[in-house]
């Protein structure tokens, strides 16, 4: 087939036997259009038949020529084909959208059909931001290596054992480094384990030396400053142990009367110095059991009062009578420590006149008189060593006014407290009232 001339579908097969079928004729101003299997032009084409019916049929759009070729030997044309359907995915996505703003129905376009969708093709060019390029060795051609990085080179040919093999023993080495790195794990974590473990034990060691340490500390300081009956009658009981082994080693040396009699004399000395020095420390830890006390029972009396509230919590309550116990235990406080200086003894001394000036009996009096003479011994600078007396017997007198239920109401809740738990005070000989002053409060 020649360009320009008609193509001419035959009527009927070369061998058939004679049956009438139509014939197609295509004008020579129309382009080429597949015979087999293609799509007839839209020009008109003109049919007759055998049985004199004849007409003028329309034809469908023809497709754009996308190029073939043709069979030289059956002159059969064939032409490339393809599938051009339009993707039609966003479109339908935005046509859903629209028919729904409007309110109308979306009816989902036939996408897949046994006819091809034509589509139009087209060409784009892309320039990429950064240029690069690449230069093979040729022969004619002898380029500077200068400046020009060498990305790789061709390496010899590998068949596939050769391959498996090498990745056999990569697959070994990888095998051997994640077990180097379980290992390493499993030993970081047995070294924290004995490390903890030693630690643990360096504890209970510094612990159990502490104890032992703490509880010789204990030991030294009964004996070197006792403080509790307990704690002399260790002491008596070693110092009685003491004799008996000297003696025994007297007994044990045969010596003749004379020096036996001088080392029993030396042992008595000795026993009469220590029971001296026994009896200094009972007196000194008298004194300072007293004192405890006596701070003890001031801090009871002004402690706020702890009242249960619904909840289970505990409410602390400040009452008029557990802040004038404090103010007094201020005082008392006061009275007992050593003054820096002369102005701030009299200030002391100021306000504990007027606090029991208040009242007007002879335990007052007698405070405001030893208040009034230590005044005017300060004021004529008399030396230090004067006032020894005179100060422990206004102290005596003022912890009798501290003690006493009609100066200091708390007083009664500190000895009922007291009695509940066994606590034993100095007394000061006053008359307790069945009642507290002022209960109702």
């Known amino acids: 087939m020649e360009a320009g001339e008609p193509a001419t579908i035959p009527t009927s097969p070369p061998h058939s036997s004679g049956a ?38 329309p034809m469908p759009e023809a497709r754009p020529f996308y190029g073939g070729f043709r069979n030289k030997e059956t002159g059969v044309e064939y032409y490339h084909a393809c599938t051009q359907t339009e993707i039609t995915r ?30 139009e093709l087209g060409q784009a060019m892309q320039q990429t931001n950064r240029e690069a390029a690449i230069q093979p060795p040729r022969e004619d051609i002898l380029p500077s290596a200068e400046g020009r990085e060498v990305i790789g080179s061709a390496t010899r040919y590998e068949t596939s054992d050769a391959h498996e093999e090498k990745v056999y023993e990569a697959a070994i080495v990888v095998q051997s480094m994640w077990r180097r790195r379980l290992a390493m794990r499993e030993y970081e974590r047995l070294y924290l384990e004995r490390e903890e473990r030693e630690t643990i034990e360096q504890e209970r060691e510094q612990e159990q030396l502490d104890r032992m340490e703490a509880e010789r500390l204990a ?21 009685t142990d003491w004799l008996d082994q000297q003696r025994a080693d007297i007994d044990a040396a045969n010596f003749d009367p004379d020096q036996r009699h001088a080392a029993l004399r030396l042992l008595l000395d000795k026993e009469v110095e220590l029971l001296q020095r026994v009896e200094l420390l009972r007196i000194e830890a008298d004194k300072a059991n007293s004192r405890d006390r ?65 009242f007007d009996s002879a335990l007052t009096r007698d405070i405001i008189a030893l208040i009034d003479r230590e005044a005017d011994m300060l004021s004529r ?18 912890l009798q006014f501290c003690e006493c239920p009609d100066y200091n109401p708390s007083v009664l809740t500190q000895y009922e407290q007291d009695a509940d738990t066994g606590m034993v005070h100095e007394g000061v000989g006053v008359d307790i009232p069945a009642s507290r002053p002022g209960s109702a409060i």
Do not use: C
């Open 20 to 57: 009438v079928r139509p014939s197609v004729s295509v004008d020579e101003g129309q382009q080429e259009r597949p015979v087999s299997g293609g799509a007839p032009s839209s020009a008109s084409a003109s049919a007759s038949t055998s049985v004199g019916v004849s007409g003028t049929a």
């Open 381 to 398: 600078d008399r030396p230090a060593w004067t006032f020894k007396g005179m100060r422990k017997r206004l102290l005596a007198l003022f």
């Open 90 to 119: 966003v479109l339908n996505r935005s046509a859903r959208r629209i028919a729904h703003s409007r309110g109308e129905a979306y009816k989902r376009p036939t996408q897949l059909t046994r006819e091809s969708q034509t589509r």
């Open 219 to 239: 030991e030294m300081t009964r004996r070197m400053h006792p403080r509790t009956r307990a704690d002399f009658d260790l002491i008596r009981a070693e110092l």
């Open 294 to 358: 006596i701070t003890s029972f001031l801090d009871g009396m002004a402690a706020p009062l702890r009242w249960p509230l619904r909840d289970g919590s505990i409410v602390n309550v400040h009452t008029p009578y557990t802040q004038r116990a404090a103010d007094l235990r201020d005082l008392h406080m006061a009275l007992s420590t050593a003054s820096p200086s002369t102005d701030t003894r009299l200030d002391t001394l100021l306000h504990v006149k007027w606090t029991v000036k208040e």
